[in-house]
Protein backbone atom coordinates (compact mmCIF):
# COMPACT_ATOMS: atom_id res chain seq x y z
CA UNK A 1 0.00 0.00 0.00
CA UNK A 2 1.08 3.66 -0.94
CA UNK A 3 1.96 5.74 1.71
CA UNK A 4 2.37 9.54 1.57
CA UNK A 5 3.70 11.68 4.69
CA UNK A 6 4.18 15.38 4.08
CA UNK A 7 6.26 17.77 6.57
CA UNK A 8 7.68 21.07 6.56
CA UNK A 9 4.53 22.97 6.99
CA UNK A 10 4.11 26.07 9.96
CA UNK A 11 3.98 29.41 10.22
CA UNK A 12 5.61 32.15 8.73
CA UNK A 13 5.13 35.59 7.96
CA UNK A 14 4.07 37.33 4.21
CA UNK A 15 6.83 36.89 2.02
CA UNK A 16 8.73 34.18 3.50
CA UNK A 17 9.39 31.26 2.32
CA UNK A 18 8.52 27.13 3.46
CA UNK A 19 9.68 23.68 1.84
CA UNK A 20 7.35 20.81 1.99
CA UNK A 21 8.27 17.86 1.59
CA UNK A 22 6.07 14.52 0.86
CA UNK A 23 8.23 11.40 1.66
CA UNK A 24 6.27 8.25 -0.25
CA UNK A 25 6.81 4.56 0.58
CA UNK A 26 5.00 1.31 -0.69
CA UNK A 27 5.23 1.63 -4.11
CA UNK A 28 7.78 2.38 -7.11
CA UNK A 29 8.01 5.69 -6.91
CA UNK A 30 9.80 6.71 -10.45
CA UNK A 31 6.47 5.06 -11.35
CA UNK A 32 4.37 8.06 -9.95
CA UNK A 33 3.65 11.32 -11.45
CA UNK A 34 3.10 13.89 -8.02
CA UNK A 35 0.94 16.67 -7.23
CA UNK A 36 0.73 19.15 -4.20
CA UNK A 37 -2.62 20.39 -3.56
CA UNK A 38 -3.83 22.64 -1.03
CA UNK A 39 -7.54 23.19 0.56
CA UNK A 40 -8.28 26.42 2.50
CA UNK A 41 -11.09 26.60 5.54
CA UNK A 42 -14.17 26.73 3.33
CA UNK A 43 -12.65 26.43 0.20
CA UNK A 44 -12.40 23.11 -2.50
CA UNK A 45 -9.58 21.61 -2.60
CA UNK A 46 -7.56 23.28 -5.54
CA UNK A 47 -4.52 22.06 -8.03
CA UNK A 48 -0.97 23.43 -6.94
CA UNK A 49 1.41 21.77 -8.78
CA UNK A 50 2.43 18.60 -10.33
CA UNK A 51 5.59 17.01 -11.76
CA UNK A 52 5.82 14.08 -14.11
CA UNK A 53 7.91 10.58 -13.42
CA UNK A 54 11.24 11.68 -14.28
CA UNK A 55 11.28 15.00 -13.34
CA UNK A 56 11.58 16.54 -16.67
CA UNK A 57 7.75 17.66 -17.00
CA UNK A 58 6.18 20.61 -14.02
CA UNK A 59 2.58 22.51 -14.16
CA UNK A 60 1.32 25.13 -12.15
CA UNK A 61 -1.43 26.82 -10.78
CA UNK A 62 -1.54 30.46 -12.34
CA UNK A 63 -1.89 32.21 -8.40
CA UNK A 64 1.50 30.21 -7.57
CA UNK A 65 3.40 30.50 -10.90
CA UNK A 66 7.06 32.16 -10.28
CA UNK A 67 6.48 31.48 -6.47
CA UNK A 68 6.50 28.25 -6.13
CA UNK A 69 8.47 25.26 -7.18
CA UNK A 70 8.11 21.44 -7.58
CA UNK A 71 11.01 19.11 -7.48
CA UNK A 72 11.08 15.57 -6.67
CA UNK A 73 14.69 13.05 -5.88
CA UNK A 74 13.60 9.77 -7.18
CA UNK A 75 16.56 8.22 -5.00
CA UNK A 76 15.15 9.43 -1.77
CA UNK A 77 11.15 8.90 -3.08
CA UNK A 78 10.70 12.39 -1.86
CA UNK A 79 8.33 15.16 -3.64
CA UNK A 80 9.20 18.63 -2.57
CA UNK A 81 6.99 21.83 -3.10
CA UNK A 82 9.55 25.33 -2.49
CA UNK A 83 7.26 27.97 -1.54
CA UNK A 84 8.90 31.92 -1.91
CA UNK A 85 7.01 34.80 -1.10
CA UNK A 86 4.10 33.69 0.82
CA UNK A 87 1.02 35.67 0.68
CA UNK A 88 -2.30 35.42 3.73
CA UNK A 89 -4.16 33.46 0.57
CA UNK A 90 -1.46 30.89 0.23
CA UNK A 91 -3.15 29.75 4.03
CA UNK A 92 -4.32 26.05 3.60
CA UNK A 93 -3.94 22.65 4.20
CA UNK A 94 -1.10 21.29 1.85
CA UNK A 95 -1.33 17.78 0.34
CA UNK A 96 0.86 15.76 -1.99
CA UNK A 97 -0.63 12.80 -4.11
CA UNK A 98 0.49 10.29 -5.90
CA UNK A 99 -0.68 9.01 -9.41
CA UNK A 100 0.49 6.03 -11.07
CA UNK A 101 1.05 4.97 -14.85
CA UNK A 102 -2.41 3.99 -16.43
CA UNK A 103 -4.14 5.93 -13.94
CA UNK A 104 -5.86 9.79 -15.06
CA UNK A 105 -6.01 10.42 -11.36
CA UNK A 106 -4.10 10.84 -8.56
CA UNK A 107 -5.15 7.53 -6.31
CA UNK A 108 -2.96 8.00 -2.96
CA UNK A 109 -3.26 11.15 -0.84
CA UNK A 110 -1.36 11.86 1.94
CA UNK A 111 -2.62 13.44 5.52
CA UNK A 112 -1.83 17.21 4.97
CA UNK A 113 0.42 19.91 6.32
CA UNK A 114 -0.75 23.09 7.55
CA UNK A 115 0.55 26.16 5.86
CA UNK A 116 -0.30 30.05 7.78
CA UNK A 117 0.90 32.96 6.41
CA UNK A 118 0.43 35.77 8.66
CA UNK A 119 0.34 39.39 7.16
Known amino acids: QVQLVESGGGVVQAEGSLRLSCAAS????????MGWFRQAPGKERDFVASIDQSGGRTTYADSVKGRFTISRDNAKNTVYLQMNSLLPEDTAVYYCAARYLGNTKYRYWGQGTQVTVSS
Open 26 to 33: GGTFNFAA
